[in-house]
Each structure stands twice: as C-alpha cells, then as structure tokens.
C-alpha cells in the first residue's frame, strides 16, 4: 500500500480548507457543492475502495460535476487529504465528563484511536509527520491532554505519554488490519493458513533448534487462533504503559 503524507500542500491554502476560511468567488452561478461535500465524498471512496481510488476526477464523477469545478472548492489533492483526516479524527468521541480515574480516560483514548482506524483503515496509510492543524485534531489534541492534566508529569511527558498511548493503538490496529484484509485477498482464513503450512514444518524442519519460538509460538497461536494477537497486544500493551504512568506518579509524590 502507498504511504501518503499530510502537510504535502501548500500550508495556507491547506489551514483555509481546514478552518473554512478560503474565500469563494464572489461572481459566477450559485456554488452547487461545499467542500465538506467533497471531503465526505473522498472519505467514502476511501473507505469503499481504499486510499488509491481517491482523486479529483473519481469525486467529479461521484458528485455530476466536471474535475475542474471541484477545484473551486479544494485546492488540491494533497490539501484534500489533510481535511479527509481532520474530518475522520472529528469521529473520536472524547472522554465524557463525568468523575473517572484517569487510567479510565486514558483507556477510553486508547480504544476510540485502536476504533478509528477499524472503522477507516485507510488512515494507517497516511504519514502525519506534519499533522493537519484542523479543529477536530487539535480538539482531539486537547481532550486527550486533559486525561494526564494533573498528574504531577511535566508538559513534555503528558504529551509523550499520548503519543506513546496512540503509537500502541495505531501499531496494534494496523495487524489486526492487515489480517483482516490478508484473509480478504487470499479467500483464506488464519486457521486455514496454518493447516496448509503445519504440515510441512512438522516434515521438513527441525524445531528442536528453535524450542523458546516452538514453545511461545504454540502458547501464543493457541490462545489467539491465529499467528498474531493484536487485540491481546493492544490490552497487554495499555495495561503496561497505564502501570508505568501510574509508579511515575508515585515516584514524583515520594
């Protein structure tokens, strides 16, 4: 799959799409789109058919309109996939405000990160090494903040421990992706997998020279029913980052 990235446009034109600031022609017929028409259309067709299908002309076509005129409402194609992003991450339902401990909202931002990717995998294709700086990802920002606000952690380290907390999220999300689109493309179940390949391990090689990966390996296929265990990564992973965080708390208030 090809890695797309954000910030790849012109940043202004980029930030007016985003903000809803970019001025529209003042003459000329009645506008018959909206640029959120046409970034809810691009995320669609993502969705559908994957980030590859995404272009100006397929959202033309979509939308009964020429390509040229979808270019009086988004400047490009890169500037488009920034908004597709902000809009998609406008999705995340931010912790509710009602008393919880903080391990609790943490987790909550964990699990609707490892849920947004699901729901639009085409996001693990884009690169945001220069984010979008939409509403919706600095809102996303901000809520997720707020869950570590108050800890005793210092800005740098509230703002590592979300990055650390959606890295395991995007990571883990990933796997269980590509296992579910594997068995998709190939027409063939893990289990299906691993009964075509057993058999010739057993015959031709010899496991005794690997007994710690024969031993896990069979521990941890057993327990997953399948060769990789993302969901269980994804719990393990969040419980040990969420301990960690906490004996740092503690460690600060000794």
């Known amino acids: 799959m090809t890695t797309e990235y954000t910030g790849a446009g012109d940043p202004r034109r980029s930030l007016e799409l985003l903000w809803g600031v970019r001025e529209r022609p003042r003459r000329g017929p009645r506008p018959k789109l909206t640029?959120?028409?046409?970034?809810?259309?691009?995320?669609?067709?993502?969705?559908?058919?994957?980030?590859?299908?995404?272009?100006?002309?397929?959202?033309?076509?979509?939308?009964?309109?020429?390509?040229?005129?979808?270019?009086?409402?988004?400047?490009?194609?890169?500037?488009?996939?920034?908004?597709?992003?902000?809009?998609?991450?406008?999705?995340?339902?931010?912790?509710?405000?009602?008393?919880?401990?903080?391990?609790?909202?943490?987790?909550?931002?964990?699990?609707?990160?490892?849920?947004?990717?699901?729901?639009?995998?085409?996001?693990?294709?884009?690169?945001t090494g220069r984010p979008p700086l939409g509403p919706n990802l600095l809102g996303k920002y901000e809520h997720e903040l707020n869950t570590v606000e108050g800890l005793g952690l210092?800005?740098?380290?509230?703002?590592?421990?979300?990055?650390?907390i959606n890295g395991?999220?995007?990571?883990?999300?990933?796997?269980?992706?590509?296992?579910?689109?594997?068995?998709?493309?190939?027409?063939?179940?893990?289990?299906?997998?691993?009964?075509?390949?057993?058999?010739?391990?057993?015959?031709?090689?010899?496991?005794?020279?690997?007994?710690l990966g024969s031993r896990v390996g069979s521990a941890a296929g057993e327990a997953y029913g399948s060769p990789v265990g993302p969901e269980y990564a994804f719990e393990f992973g969040l419980a040990l980052i969420l301990d960690g965080i906490e004996a740092l708390i503690a460690a600060r208030r000794t």
């Open 168 to 211: 395991l999220a995007e990571s883990a999300a990933r796997t269980s992706v590509n296992r579910a689109q594997a068995e998709r493309r190939t027409g063939m179940t893990d289990l299906e997998w691993w009964e075509a390949t057993a058999p010739f391990l057993e015959k031709q090689v010899d496991l005794s020279r690997y007994p």
């Open 35 to 127: 640029p959120e028409q046409i970034v809810d259309r691009a995320i669609e067709i993502a969705d559908a058919d994957g980030l590859e299908a995404v272009s100006i002309r397929r959202i033309a076509e979509d939308l009964g309109v020429s390509p040229m005129s979808i270019y009086t409402y988004v400047p490009g194609k890169a500037e488009l996939l920034d908004a597709m992003l902000d809009r998609a991450m406008g999705e995340i339902v931010p912790p509710g405000d009602e008393p919880s401990g903080w391990r609790e909202r943490v987790s909550h931002v964990a699990r609707e990160n490892w849920r947004i990717y699901h729901a639009h995998p085409w996001l693990l294709q884009v690169a």
């Open 154 to 164: 210092t800005d740098v380290e509230m703002d590592s421990a979300i990055a650390l």
